[in-house]
């Protein structure tokens, strides 16, 4: 279900930075499971970081770790994704995702219940 949305995408030059964010007037983002993807075509989508907020919990792909922060606002009901030292390979079509029940292991896991419709992200090199 489409319930999110993703903003702060664009065309930025190898090197810098971009901030996205993801927000719903849906419901209150506190006590889920929050998590970013990214996808290219023909490939799989990819967890690139979650963070749960019941206890803190925060995860990043080996990709992005040091590059990357998630972080969220609860009285702005958002979450945010700063990148950092953008490269070429994170060109991608990047997702926030919601869940309730959603249990971080090792990844951020797939079976989200809420979407955003997605933001494009594209870094030249």
């Known amino acids: 279900q489409l319930h999110l949305v993703e903003s702060g995408g664009g065309l930025v030059e190898s090197g810098g930075s971009l901030t996205l964010s993801c927000t719903t007037s849906r419901f209150t983002l506190d006590g889920y499971t929050l998590a970013w993807f990214r996808q290219v075509p023909g490939k799989e989508r990819e967890g690139v970081s979650c963070i749960d907020s019941r206890d803190g919990e925060i995860l990043y792909a080996d990709s992005v770790k040091g590059r990357f922060t998630v972080s969220r606002d609860m009285a702005k009901n958002t979450m945010y994704l700063q990148m950092n030292s953008l490269k070429p390979e994170d060109t991608a079509v990047y997702y926030c995702?919601?869940?309730?029940?959603?249990?971080?292991?090792?990844?951020?896991?797939?079976?989200?219940?809420?979407w955003g419709q997605g933001t494009q992200v594209v870094v030249s090199s």
């Open positions: 995702a919601a869940d309730p029940y959603m249990v971080l292991g090792r990844t951020c896991g797939k079976a989200y219940d809420y």
